[in-house]
């Protein structure tokens, strides 16, 4: 396992960007794949997206394929979320997970998880 901070949350209007940080401590980042879940008030945790540990890759929710990009950068251990063109439906906590396998992380079966970053867009 490992501990991990997201950072990178804000305000920001319709159409804007925001940048999500998630830094990874305590482990061997390069052995983890990451992903990106949110969850608005009132809804259940959703997949966002996710990396695998070569940064070879990824995969999207439908709702963000095309506005979300997920990178990660081994030397920062640090895994980021870049937002583009962000609607008032985007506004959620944030959260990022790890998990040594793919599509565990991606199923929300992480071993560990962030406390989370609120992104709030407006109209």
């Known amino acids: 396992q490992v501990r991990l901070e997201e950072s990178g949350g804000g305000s920001v209007q319709t159409g804007g960007s925001l940048r999500l940080s998630c830094v990874a401590s305590?482990?061997?980042?390069?052995?983890?794949?990451m992903g990106w879940f949110r969850q608005a008030p009132g809804k259940e945790r959703e997949f966002i997206a996710a990396?695998?540990?070569?940064?070879?890759?990824?995969d999207y929710a439908d709702s963000v394929r095309g506005r979300f990009t997920i990178l990660r950068g081994d030397g920062e251990n640090t895994a980021y979320l870049q937002m583009n063109n962000l609607k008032p439906e985007d506004t959620a906590v944030y959260y990022c997970a790890s998990h040594r396998w793919f599509d565990y992380v991606k199923r929300g079966l992480a071993d560990s998880w962030g406390q989370g970053t609120q992104v709030t867009v407006s109209a």
């Open positions: 305590g482990g061997t980042f390069s052995n983890f794949c």
């Open positions: 990396i695998n540990w070569r940064g070879s890759g990824t």
